[in-house]
């Protein structure tokens, strides 16, 4: 199956210039926790963001080029991803971003990993409306904001029902 994991702002922003807008170190450890031992999707601009493949996880990134770290599954198209993800039924395939490749996976994704920070934030990548009708919320987890984290964030999972 396919799920996104990604954190927006009440605007949708997800990114600035490359990067994440904000510092939230504890959406970055769910995100660790959340797809540690999974395989993971990124776009070759968010993989680069990353600087290097992510450990304890099978690091996939779609580009037309080829020039990737070594272990790096690098794929060419949004076909032959769809072909690995239906060769594997047992695999959570995490797409990881950005807003690139959620829009064109967003007619194929089965679970959403979405964090909201309830705040905003100046961005220049937005995340692609998705139709949540076609999904059900079975998860809220209200994240806890301290020094280190100073946006109010809710972990929240939804369930592809239609
Ligand atoms: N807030 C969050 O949770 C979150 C999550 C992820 C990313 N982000 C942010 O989002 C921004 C990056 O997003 P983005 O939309 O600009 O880029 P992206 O989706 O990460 O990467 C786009 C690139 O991926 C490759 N690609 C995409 N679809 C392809 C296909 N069908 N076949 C072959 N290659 C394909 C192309 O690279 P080539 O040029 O190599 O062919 C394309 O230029 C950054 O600011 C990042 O920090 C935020």
Redesign the pocket.
């Known amino acids: 199956m396919i799920s996104f994991i ?3 702002d009440e605007n949708g922003v ?7 807008p904000w510092h939230l170190p504890e959406d970055m450890k769910y995100f660790r926790q959340t797809t540690m031992g999974h395989a993971i999707v ?5 993989f680069r ?1 990353y600087n290097r493949a992510l450990p304890g996880r099978e690091n996939i990134v ?4 080829d020039d990737f770290p070594d272990g790096v599954v690098v794929i ?3 076909k032959e991803l769809c072909q690995l993800v239906k060769q594997h039924p047992d695999k959570n395939y995490f797409v ?6 959620f829009s ?1 996976l967003r007619n194929q994704v089965d679970r959403l990993y979405r964090t909201k920070i309830h705040h905003t934030f100046k961005g220049d ?1 937005v995340m692609p409306t998705i139709d949540y009708r076609k999904f059900s919320k079975i998860q809220s987890i209200i994240g806890v904001v301290d020094q280190k984290n100073k946006y109010p964030h809710t972990f929240e999972v939804y369930q592809k029902t239609v």
């Not at 779609?62 to 080029?65: D, R, T």
């Open positions: 990604w954190a927006e997800i990114g600035s210039s490359g990067k994440l990124s776009g070759s601009r968010t963001s779609l580009s037309s080029k060419h198209s949004v990881t971003g950005g807003a690139n490749l064109q990548t």
